[in-house]
């Protein structure tokens, strides 16, 4: 696991990759600052400048993401690492690290704007360490998207660029869930299309019938016990699913200076969730 | 030390292997042969543990390659067919990583590497870019990768392709150094290269072994011809009337006439050694015999036939090596040229299947 960690920083280091990434959140970090902290006079670094520059993850995380898996597999590299005697846990939790390493190291060059700030202006120290903290956990969020997605192609555009989409969908998706309705019969709707995604997706991995139909059943059993239960679990079902997966929300507390404990979870099991299935993804390579 | 039992995999509805079995025996040196697209790459990528088999097994040195993967993939060295290189590092610095990626004690990991440029001859070359070094000594760098951590097994895809012939005799040099201490695995789809290196030569076609045997075995067992070349002293007519009085003498061709000696060469319906029936017989019609040699039917003629399928254009490669071997002797252009092609025309199915 080091092995992978060190060799993906030298990786990043060597290219233009890892300063590219720097240099861009440091400009739209500075642009942020120069317009709310030096212009205008704000001294709430942590609750103007952060939240405005989140936009920006989606066109800078793809950089450091894009080439995580879809490189190895071009290069036929991923054969190098898949005959080691290492597991596939291992080799994505090093690559994870070293990529989470090198946000943060990019977080302790950002970290200078309060730094200089606190110069002119007292700032909130307080917010603006939550606020730090939660833009970690972002981007450790979005940099878990990326990873997965970058296991799905051979082409680093392609990855890149979907990722970058993904990423904006997940910021909007908070306006999006709005707009759904509320009744329970939307939610039941809705689970019943997943159920019956599901059997399609055993069915064509397969080329059983069996499974498929235990599965349906399973899935629609599930739904009618959840029903009788407790109704009102579906009463705006489909707008709190969708809920869970806007990270962004999450992040207004920490730069409000709220240290949440059910946020710093719910980011963890976040990129808990998403290097699961790039586990999964790379495994099932090697299954076809 | 390597099992594989019943092995099969599909892709899709495409059936790459079905049901392969082989043996390895510790310290042999296997040529898996046959023409591109037969399964050898997808039956070694198995064996490492690259990807899954959808049945059967393979079982290293003991160890289940699904089941122990970490044992199993411990004691396999693998050189795939395309080197698996971080064309960003120096090979220095990409050996280290592949130590400390198979889990060498760090204090071991110099020496490791040292022993391992040593062996293949990179040691000058420790501190370039990967990417700036040649396609030979990006190979050898590869083979370096594979003998860090010093692995009983070793298997190597293809390892020759794509070099340049000086190049092509060095690691075949470096294979058979290697397997004084290693057992090794190696594909090839050209013939002279196993049959130079390896003791035991597994011949695969459409993902099954078809053959299986040490390489004079084979070419003694599939041969129920022979080829003879004589030069006689004499006139075509004198010969041909000698040669059709002869009922195991399928056919004959006349070569080239050096003061009256004329070379002959005859192929027979048999594998028996015909060469005292024939001096007499010449003999007899007062024709002195200025040379007979026998030669059985070459490892390249059984490896096409046994590889012959129904695609008709394995066929016409049989029939131009058979063609070509009727000429065999003179060293005539032509010849090599149809030799040539059949070559070039089995990588262009390569990457059709490939892809």
């Not at chain 1, 212009?39 to 894009?66: E, H, K, R």
């Not at chain 1, 202006?121 to 603006?128: C, E, L, R, T």
């Not at chain 1, 498929?212 to 009618?224: E, F, M, P, Q, R």
């Amino acid at each position: 696991m080091l092995a992978i960690f060190k060799r993906e920083m030298q990786g990043y280091f060597t290219s233009m990759i890892a300063y590219l990434f720097m240099a861009g959140f440091v400009v739209v970090v500075g642009i942020y600052f120069m317009y709310y902290c030096v212009i205008n006079g704000y001294a709430d670094f942590a609750g103007a400048v952060l939240p405005s520059t989140c936009i920006w993850f989606s066109l800078l995380i793809p950089i450091i993401t894009m080439r995580l898996w879809a490189e190895e597999r071009k290069q036929k590299t991923d054969q190098l690492l898949l005959t080691a005697p290492i597991s596939v846990t291992r080799i994505v939790l090093g690559k994870y690290l070293a990529v989470v390493t090198l946000f943060a190291i990019t977080l302790l060059v950002l970290f200078l704007f309060p730094v200089i700030l606190s110069f002119y202006a007292d700032v909130a120290w307080p917010s603006v360490f939550t606020g730090f903290l939660g833009y970690l956990l972002l981007g450790c969020s979005l940099i878990s998207i990326g990873f997965f997605i970058s296991t799905l192609t051979e082409n680093q555009i392609v990855s890149a660029v979907v990722s970058a989409v993904l990423v904006l969908m997940f910021f909007f998706l908070n306006n999006l869930a709005d707009s759904f309705p509320g009744r329970a019969r939307y939610s039941i709707m809705m689970l019943g299309v997943v159920v019956i995604g599901i059997m399609i997706l055993f069915y064509t991995s397969t080329h059983k019938y069996l499974p498929s139909a235990i599965a349906g059943v399973l899935g629609i059993g599930a739904i009618a016990c959840g029903y009788f239960i407790n109704p009102s679990m579906y009463e705006d079902g489909a707008a709190k699913f969708v809920n869970w997966f806007s990270v962004l929300d999450r992040f207004y507390s920490f730069s409000d200076g709220l240290l949440n404990v059910s946020s710093i979870v719910y980011y963890l099991s976040f990129v808990g969730v998403f290097l699961f299935l790039t586990i999964r993804s790379i495994e099932k390579k090697r299954w076809n | 030390m390597i099992k594989v039992k019943d092995l099969v995999k599909n892709y899709g509805s495409f059936e790459a292997v079905k049901g392969l079995n082989m043996n390895v025996e510790k310290g042999q040196v296997v040529g898996l042969l046959g023409p591109n697209g037969a399964g050898k790459s997808t039956t070694m990528n198995i064996i490492t543990g690259y990807i899954s088999a959808t049945s059967g097994s393979v079982v290293i040195d003991g160890h289940d390659i699904m089941t122990e993967p970490m044992a199993a993939k411990k004691a396999i060295g693998y050189l795939p067919e395309i080197p698996p290189l971080y064309m960003d590092m120096t090979v220095l610095s990409y050996l280290k990583f592949v130590a400390e990626l198979k889990g060498v004690p760090s204090k071991e990991r110099a020496e490791e590497v040292k022993k391992a440029m040593k062996a293949v001859r990179i040691a000058d070359r420790a501190t370039r870019i990967i990417s700036k070094l040649s396609k030979g000594y990006k190979q050898r760098v590869g083979v370096a990768a594979a003998l860090i951590g010093n692995p009983p097994i070793l298997i190597l895809d293809e390892p020759t392709v794509g070099l340049d012939p000086s190049q092509v005799v060095e690691i075949r040099e470096l294979i058979k150094n290697l397997a004084k201490e290693h057992t090794v695995i190696l594909s090839s789809h050209i013939l002279s290269e196993v049959s130079e290196v390896c003791d035991h030569i597994i011949i695969i076609n459409n993902g099954t072994v078809v053959a299986e045997d040490t390489p004079e075995n084979l070419s003694n067992a599939y041969s129920n011809q022979s080829h003879v070349n004589m030069e006689i002293k004499g006139d075509e007519a004198s010969i041909s009337a000698v040669l059709d009085g002869m009922d195991y003498v399928s056919s004959y061709t006349f070569g080239e006439v050096v003061d009256d000696i004329i070379a002959v060469k005859l192929i027979l319906d048999t594998d028996e050694d015909k060469n005292d029936e024939l001096f007499f017989a010449f003999a007899e019609a007062k024709l002195p015999v200025h040379k007979v040699s026998r030669e059985n039917l070459s490892l390249e003629q059984v490896f096409l036939k046994l590889t012959e399928d129904e695609a008709a254009d394995h066929a016409e490669k049989a029939e131009d090596a058979v063609e070509e071997n009727a000429e065999n002797g003179d060293s005539d252009d032509e010849s090599y040229d149809s030799d040539e092609e059949a070559i070039i025309t089995d990588d262009e199915e390569e990457s059709e299947v490939e892809e």
